[in-house]
């Protein structure tokens, strides 16, 4: 019913930025919530950022509080995770997520992830 889909992960050095983006297309979700997760390999898939696709409310995970940014793109019903002063423990893959009420626990929609890279 909601297709994700993301892209911009690539390799990025130590203090560099890089910009996510997830378009979502499907049925109207005006009243979703969006999300970025990540996992990286041996650790738990972990809660980076996330907000209501109206706008308004932002909530951050620890390591989003400072650095990275989470906006939208009404137009191209497009999603973006600005990241800054990336750290090596930042790579992960990072995946777009969506649920259909922003009270629930679970998100149940999600897109295939993009890898993202930090290393010199």
């Known amino acids: 019913q909601v297709e994700l889909v993301e892209s911009g992960g690539g390799l990025v050095q130590p203090g560099g930025s890089l910009r996510l983006s997830c378009v979502a297309s499907?049925?109207?979700?005006?009243?979703?919530?969006m999300g970025w997760f990540r996992q990286a390999p041996g650790k738990e898939r972990e809660f980076v950022i996330g907000t209501i696709w109206s706008g308004g409310n932002v909530w951050y995970g620890d390591s989003a509080k400072d650095r990275f940014t989470i906006y939208r793109d009404i137009g191209t019903r497009t999603v973006y995770l600005r990241m800054n002063n990336l750290h090596p423990e930042d790579a992960a893959a990072y995946y777009c997520?969506?649920?259909?009420?922003?009270?629930?626990?679970?998100?149940?929609?999600w897109g295939q992830g993009t890898q993202v890279t930090v290393s010199s």
């Open positions: 997520a969506a649920k259909s009420d922003r009270r629930r626990d679970d998100w149940n929609y």
């Open positions: 499907g049925r109207a979700f005006r009243s979703f919530a």
